[in-house]
């Protein structure tokens, strides 16, 4: 059974990298019907996609944080990481990792990790 | 980007009763790439409807999407108990991916 697990500080300070690790187990991370990436939910902003990646490194970001954000995979840790800087008060959040599966012209979130708060402040 | 209202912001029903949750898109949906979540307390979310009415692996029979467009609704037919959660909707038609606020069922 596919599993997703969010590892990573749960304290950040502001200014500061927020850097989480994604752990996939019951799945290969390379195959190429699927993308995996992070999606996160406060009071405030409710449910918010960040961006996906692929296997081969193919990335697609929400535009309005692209400028902070990198998302990379480890094939052969069979694993994903976020990283968001410059953090403030308002990306405290429940970050979520997430399998998305291809489908034409998009990708389906389809299996979601269990989340992990992620708290900014000095 | 698209903004999903979703209505009402809490249903009270009891158990055996048909819940009607609804979606309304600020604009279309391309290819009606709509799809829902359950959220439990505690629990990861889970994908319940996909392309609007399809649904995923292992969701029980009592569940159904549908709709086109910008009006999109779930339907429980019969609640369980284990059916009271908070429920998402989802356009995955066009970037950036955006969800409803969400509608929480709660035992009346």
């Known amino acids: 059974q596919l599993q997703l697990q969010e590892s990573g500080p749960g304290l950040v300070k502001p200014s500061e990298t927020l850097s989480l690790t994604c752990t996939v187990s019951?799945?290969?991370?390379?195959?190429?019907?699927?993308?995996w990436g992070w999606t996160r939910q406060s009071p405030e902003k409710g449910l918010e996609w960040i961006g996906i990646i692929r296997y081969n490194g193919d990335t697609y970001y929400k535009a309005s944080l692209e400028s902070r954000v990198t998302i990379s995979v480890d094939t052969s840790r069979n694993q994903f990481s976020l990283k968001l800087n410059s953090v403030t008060a308002a990306d405290t959040a429940v970050y979520y990792c997430?399998?998305?599966?291809?489908?034409?012209?998009?990708?389906?979130?389809?299996?979601w990790g269990l989340g992990t708060l992620v708290t900014v402040s000095s | 980007e698209i903004v999903l209202t979703q209505s009402p912001g809490t249903l009270s029903l009891s158990p055996g009763e048909r819940a009607t949750l609804s979606c309304r898109a600020s604009?279309?949906?391309?290819?009606?790439?709509l799809a829902w979540h359950q959220q439990k307390h505690g629990q990861a979310p889970r994908l319940l409807i996909y392309g609007a009415s399809n649904k995923a692996t292992g969701i029980p029979d009592r569940f159904s999407g549908s709709g086109s467009g910008t009006d999109f609704t779930l339907t429980i037919s019969r609640l369980e108990p284990e059916d009271f959660a908070v429920y998402y909707c989802?356009?995955?038609?066009?970037?950036?991916?955006?969800f409803g606020q969400g509608t929480k069922l709660e035992i009346k």
């Open positions: 604009q279309s949906v391309s290819r009606n790439y």
């Open positions: 997430a399998r998305f599966k291809q489908v034409a012209a998009s990708s389906l979130l389809d299996y």
């Open positions: 989802q356009q995955y038609g066009t970037s950036p991916y955006t």
């Open positions: 019951g799945g290969s991370i390379s195959i190429s019907a699927y993308w």
